[in-house]
């Protein structure tokens, strides 16, 4: 398999006051395209820290990131929003939805910075929002929507761009048991369909569902190992 993520000796520190920080301590790591991978961790281990940097919304204090062939650890903001909008999509806790406008335009919006024509924007738009399973719904706003509903369009949005790399950060936190079981669904037939997804989550049972399990803790990780994906319950 290929590399999409080769992270080496990655370190970050900031600046407390007087006191250094030391998120991340020398971490490498490597994520095949194709893969499922949770990075679990309790808060402060460092695990967001690692995200927002995989998720080019960071950059390290040092080592090196090679994204799908690209160094990007030395990019300038201008080429790191580059990079993020041509190669990842994010899932956040919160769907970050605009309230004023549909499903279908929310969904659009990011093809729509990233210039595509209308009729592709459109037609892209209603293809990933009926691979998610909201194609009766598209024309309906975030209130008119169940939270699983407004998580599916974010999601929708997510994939847009037709991204390399799914970004998950604590995905099922603001969900219910069953809307978050119809995510975990919905991660797993993406990943089926050759998505890379990584899920950074504190949540036992949303990490459970990954074919790969990497722990952090105190700015290192600690653990690294494939694992037998828990089966979505149906019903």
Same mark, same amino acid.
């Given at each position: ?12 520190? =900031?600046? +407390?006051? *007087?006191? #250094? @920080? ?6 490498? /790591? ?34 090196? =990131?090679? +994204?799908? *062939?690209? #160094? @990007? ?6 080429? /790191? ?49 009926? /691979? ?104």
């Amino acid at each position: 398999m290929t590399a999409l993520i080769e992270l080496k000796d990655i370190t970050k520190t =900031y600046q +407390l006051g *007087s006191e #250094p @920080v030391h998120a991340l301590k020398g971490v490498s /790591l490597t994520i095949d395209a194709g893969e499922y991978v949770a990075i679990m961790g309790a808060s402060g281990s460092g695990k967001s820290t690692l995200m927002h940097i995989i998720g080019c919304l960071d950059r390290p204090t040092s080592g090196s =990131y090679v +994204l799908s *062939s690209k #160094p @990007v650890q030395d990019c300038d903001e201008d080429e /790191l929003a580059t990079v993020r909008n041509a190669l990842i999509g994010f899932i956040f806790q919160q769907f970050n939805l605009l309230a004023q406008m549909s499903a279908l335009q929310n969904v659009m919006l990011p093809l729509t910075y990233a210039g595509v024509p209308k009729e592709q924007r459109l037609a892209r738009a209603e293809h990933v929002l009926n /691979l998610v399973g909201l194609g009766d719904r598209m024309h309906h706003k975030p209130s008119q929507l169940s939270g699983g509903q407004q998580q599916r369009v974010s999601i929708a949005r997510a994939l847009a761009n037709t991204p390399k790399l799914l970004l998950a950060d604590e995905p099922t936190g603001a969900l219910d048991s069953s809307t978050a079981a119809d995510l975990m669904r919905l991660l797993d037939e993406l990943v089926l369909q050759g998505m890379t997804v990584v899920v950074v989550t504190h949540d036992p049972e949303t990490a459970s569902h990954a074919r790969r399990l990497v722990r952090v803790k105190d700015g290192l990780i600690i653990g690294d190992e494939i694992q037998t994906p828990a089966k979505v319950s149906v019903g």
